[in-house]
T-cell receptor, first 112, second 111 residues
Framework: DGGITQSPKYLFRKEGQNVTLSCEQNLNHDAMYWYRQDPGQGLRLIYYSQIVNDFQKGDIAEGYSVSREKKESFPLTVTSAQKNPTAFYLC???????????FGPGTRLTVL | KQEVTQIPAALSVPEGENLVLNCSFTDSAIYNLQWFRQDPGKGLTSLLLIQSSQREQTSGRLNASLDKSSGRSTLYIAASQPGDSATYLCALWYYGQNFVFGPGTRLSVLP
């Protein structure tokens, strides 16, 4: 089955720790995205990548980092510099920028 | 900065009713518009994509229309069912930018 997988589903982090969220797709899509969703708010773009070895900051990139070494994978690291990291994180992909987006199941991160 | 609004924020209807969800935007220079549904604690599921040159798209009981001149898109759900209960979000893609999401409409279909 083609799709997007995210792991883990739930993640707990202590303050001061970095954590990495996994996102993998087997749709052969060039573009991949990371969004953050907070209760009562819309989705906000953290980072996006249009092609391997290239990525761009979104609206709320501070405290986050990404890499795109393989077409299939776009991991997101939440660093200790992110002031309020507790949120629901969603990964998405599309054939190219501006094409239909498909989403993974999400990772819920809680900082203890 | 483009703004996308969805009114109402929440809606409850009895099963079987036809309903319309609204998505309004301030900048009409869109590339495409996509409707999603999101179940609690889950990712987004793509429902329909309308290209800027199109006026509407249909899939089963769903019909989405796009009127760029008035800055509005509507999602029509026919013969609603309890399984349609979810949050519905619209997202707009602007040339040279990324998707801008609306805040969503939370729909409850009562049996």
């Amino acid at each position: 089955d083609g799709g997007i997988t995210q792991s883990p589903k739930y993640l707990f982090r202590k303050e001061g720790q970095n954590v990495t969220l996994s996102c993998e797709q087997n749709l052969n899509h060039d573009a991949m995205y990371w969004y953050r969703q907070d209760p009562g708010q819309g989705l906000r773009l953290i980072y996006y990548s249009q092609i391997v070895n290239d990525f761009q900051k979104g609206d709320i990139a501070e405290g986050y980092s990404v890499s795109r070494e393989k077409k299939e994978s776009f991991p997101l690291t939440v660093t200790s510099a992110q002031k309020n990291p507790t949120a629901f994180y969603l990964c998405a992909s599309s054939l190219g920028t501006g094409n239909e987006q498909f989403f993974g199941p999400g990772t819920r991160l809680t900082v203890l | 900065k483009q703004e996308v609004t969805q009114i109402p924020a929440a809606l409850s209807v009895p099963e079987g009713e036809n309903l319309v969800l609204n998505c309004s935007f301030t900048d009409s220079a869109i590339y495409n518009l996509q409707w999603f549904r999101q179940d609690p604690g889950k990712g987004l599921t793509s429902l329909l994509l309308i290209q800027s040159s199109q006026r509407e798209q249909t899939s089963g009981r769903l019909n989405a229309s796009l009127d760029k001149s008035s800055g509005r898109s509507t999602l029509y759900i026919a013969a609603s069912q309890p399984g349609d209960s979810a949050t519905y979000l619209c997202a707009l893609w602007y040339y040279g930018q990324n998707f801008v999401f609306g805040p969503g409409t939370r729909l409850s279909v009562l049996p």
